[in-house]
């Protein structure tokens, strides 16, 4: 009998190194896959989030691996496994919202000295990292388009260029599409030219078609970005970037993450206010020109 006490006692004390009741609680940190977040030693020196980081999330989440949330504190970071609870994610999982800051109420529990976080609660904070400052503002970017024809902004020079860094896998790449649509059929005239610079290779040369088609791109799309690109232009890692680039050549306009229809088309204006009034004004002289040779 003391033998088999014996033995409960033990298997009570294994079950509960690897599992504690539940308990309420609030984090804050970042949207991570579980997989990826471990392929750096030293998530301080090299911050999650990169093109490589987006596509392991991608691959994972189609196998059904699931998000985390990154907790950082003074010893370093602590991964919490993400289930949905009350608050219900769109899509299947979590991925959406990788790689954002985020808050999250929950109910946590320890398994197999796994942190498990369900989810009851979630709010994106608006905290966003820091832009990084680019060693210069001169845009230069040759890419090849899908036919493999090599092309440059250098021949777009005199037009102003909205520049868009995006990635098929890309869910937030895909939701700021139609606004880049509406913004080149709005400003065409006015010579804007928008321009897609997708990371996908040369090879997913079909999967971005098909991605064209589907989302009704109206803007030449060109492949092979990659992040050394984006850090030139002082967009850092994380897809969906994008930058202005004036008539000369400069960069004058940044945005990391989903565009702002908005404040896109007021920086678009204010770019293209001195234009509007020259040509108006010449437009003017030359009615009044007109004017003064007809007979009285």
Known sequence: MRSIILLLFVISVAVAGFAQPPTKTTLRGQM???VCWTETDDRKKVPYGTAAD??????????DIPQALAVEDEKGFTLYVLEPGTYKPDGKDFLALVPKMVEITGTLRT?????ILKVDALRVLADAPPKPVPASNDASLT??????????????????????????WCEPCRAEMPDLAAIQNEYAALGVQVIGASSDPMSD???????IREYKV?????????TPDMQRFGLGEVLPATAIIDRTGKIVW???????PAELREQLDA????DVEASAKEARATRRQNASLVPA
């Open 271 to 274: 770019l293209l206010l001195p």
């Open 54 to 63: 987006m596509d392991c999330a991608l691959e994972c989440s189609e196998m």
């Open 32 to 34: 991570v896959c579980s």
């Open 205 to 211: 040369s079909a999967k971005v078609l098909k991605f």
């Open 254 to 260: 940044r945005e990391i993450g989903i565009i702002k």
């Open 218 to 226: 109206n803007f030449p799309v060109w492949l092979g970005a990659n």
């Open 111 to 115: 398994e197999n000295n796994k942190r």
């Open 143 to 168: 890419l090849r388009d899908l036919t493999g024809t090599e092309q440059s902004l250098a021949a777009y020079r005199g037009r102003v260029v909205v520049l868009n860094f995006w990635a098929t």
